[in-house]
């Protein structure tokens, strides 16, 4: 991927012509095809990048530099088409639940750099971060005809953590509500799928999406994979772990307003049927989404939703029984 370094998109504005330097670990590049891509920089060493393309992230590495989301090596680096793997936002609407493009068109729109977040309450001073804002185009409001402002914050944590937050306002001015349902649909990179299992989500109900979102309730095990899963985990807990035996790695999800999880992997035949996705690319990653979708947010004009999702990647000795995962869920 190239990275030929360009100046601060806030400060080449027409308003402003003068060069801005972005803050402190933040550096605005091209990414592939020239899209516009911003880079986060840990001093620690971790690292995450974010394509204005579908306020997108692509990449979150730690301090060893291993990456830790899944992305194709046939993803499609051009609009139309959603990139395949890192975080896509579904906004709004998750999936094919209503009348838009699946997954609604937040992952397929160029976002911009926000020039004026609105303050967040918590302190943020020792987070590299970057905002974002999403606001629809007229061509946007023919098919859904609102006026919001999605506003994305990415923040990298001082030990390695990626954090996403979606704050989304309504601004119609004609008083009318919308309805939206929203997930990040998370690609997580595993070295095995039948290495990895999913502890948080077991005997909770869930919608089977293999079968016309049945409803259904988990067995009492953690969840493991030997087959296509598609399913919307419901009223899940704040945090769920993805542990991968073989890399000896837990991922940590903690979520915030975002009550259900959809848990995908599309496994070899859907895999072959997906032009932007190898064959057996299956096998390294799983989908874990932290989502709104049993019960979709309404908000009135002036109104603001915010979803959260905070990922950790932590060294589980696992295997060795030296780390209880029931403890990296109950703990901290
Ligand atoms: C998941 C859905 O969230 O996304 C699946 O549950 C879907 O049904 C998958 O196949 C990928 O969607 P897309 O639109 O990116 O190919």
């Known amino acids: 991927m190239s990275s030929e370094k360009v100046p601060n998109p806030i400060a080449t504005t027409a308003a402003n012509t003068k060069t801005t330097p972005p803050p402190h670990g933040v550096e605005f590049v091209k990414g592939v095809n020239g899209l516009d891509k911003v880079v986060l920089r840990d001093p620690r060493g971790s690292l995450a990048e974010v394509y204005l393309y579908g306020g997108h992230v692509t990449s979150w590495k730690n301090d060893q530099g291993e990456e830790l989301l899944f992305v194709s090596n046939k993803a499609i680096f051009k609009p139309p088409k959603a990139i395949r793997g890192g975080i896509p936002i579904c906004f709004p609407q998750f999936s094919n639940l209503g009348s838009l493009d699946a997954h609604g068109f937040a992952r397929n729109r160029f976002w911009s750099i926000d020039p004026d977040p609105s303050p967040f309450p918590t302190n943020t001073s020792n987070k590299v971060f970057v905002d974002l804002i999403l606001k629809p185009t007229e061509e946007d409001i023919k098919t859904w005809p609102h006026s919001y402002e999605f506003r994305l914050r990415v923040a990298l944590g001082p030990g390695g953590d990626l954090m996403l937050t979606s704050r989304i306002r309504n601004t119609n001015s004609d008083g009318k509500p919308f309805t939206f349902t929203f997930a990040y649909h998370t690609y997580f990179s ?100 932290a989502a709104a979708i049993e019960r979709p947010i309404t908000l009135k004009p002036g109104e603001e939703w915010r979803g959260r999702q905070e990922l950790s990647a932590v060294p589980s000795s696992y295997c060795s029984g030296q780390l209880d995962p029931r403890k990296v869920l109950q703990g901290s």
């Open 190 to 289: 595993v070295s095995d799928i039948s290495e990895v299992r999913v502890e948080g989500l077991e005997t909770l109900d869930y919608l089977d999406n293999m079968q016309n979102r049945k409803r259904c309730t988990e067995q009492g095990d953690a969840i493991t994979f030997e087959s296509e899963v598609d399913k919307i985990y419901l009223s899940t807990p704040t945090k769920i772990a993805i542990l991968d035996h073989e890399k000896k790695r837990t991922f940590v999800i903690r979520k915030d307003g975002l009550p259900d999880a959809v848990v995908w992997n599309p496994w070899d035949k859907k895999a072959k049927a997906m032009a932007d996705f190898g064959d057996d690319e299956y096998k390294h990653m799983l989908c874990v989404e």
